[in-house]
Each structure stands twice: as C-alpha cells, then as structure tokens.
C-alpha cells in the first residue's frame, strides 16, 4: 500500500517513539527484549535474523535513528498486542503506516484484522486510513 509523504515522514519520525514503546511493553531486561524481538519479526515474516539484537542497541534505536524497518515493523506489532493504544492521530496514523507499508491493497484488511487492533475503533482505523493513503 502506497502512504502519503506526509504520513510517511510522521512516521520516520516516530521510530525510536516506537522502540521506546517497545522496552516499556516488554521487560524485564534489554537482551531478553532483543531476543523477542527477532522471534517476533522472524514469525511476522519481517526478517530471516537470527541473531538476537543487543539491548543496548534497542536502547541507542530510542534516538530515532538507524532503527530498521523490520524491528519497528515488528515493535508496532508487539505493542498493540500488549493494548498500546495510541494518543494522538500522528501515532495511529505512523502505526498503520508501519503495518502497512509493505502490503499490497487486496491485503489491507487480512493483516488489520490479525494485526491486534483491537483497542481501537473501526471509526478512528478508518480515519486514520483516510489520512495516509496516496492517492493516485
């Protein structure tokens, strides 16, 4: 699916938001959160990694920079299976470009349904679509 570029830089922009997010939903330490996070990803379909990511890396990603695609591909995924909800549009809207960014139209509705948006309102998902969507 195809996001507008405003939507997509909110979304670059949220990156370490998200690993932030990530260790808090996570816990107890850094290293076991880097081993989730790559059991995860590889059980998303995200990444073929099999090496655990260090925590001090997760740690060093809160700054924004350098996180991967797969890893916060992965971390929205966690933390909306652990009730994250977001409190601001620029949140629900980077999160759905996160879990959206790879997948084809005829798919949007397969991976938002298995996706754990379950803490959100049909309403605020659609809204939110509408807000990132590029249209041709």
Known sequence: MRVNPNAWQNAMGLRGFFASEFLKYHGPTDSAAGICLVKKAKSFGYSERDRAVPGR??????????????AVKTMVRYVLSKGYVPDSDEELDALLVY?????SDDEVNDVLSVTGLSNLTTTEVESALGRIIRHA
């Open 99 to 103: 879990l959206l960014v790879d997948v």
């Open 57 to 70: 890396t997760l740690r060093n990603w809160m700054g924004g920079e350098s996180v991967p695609q797969w």
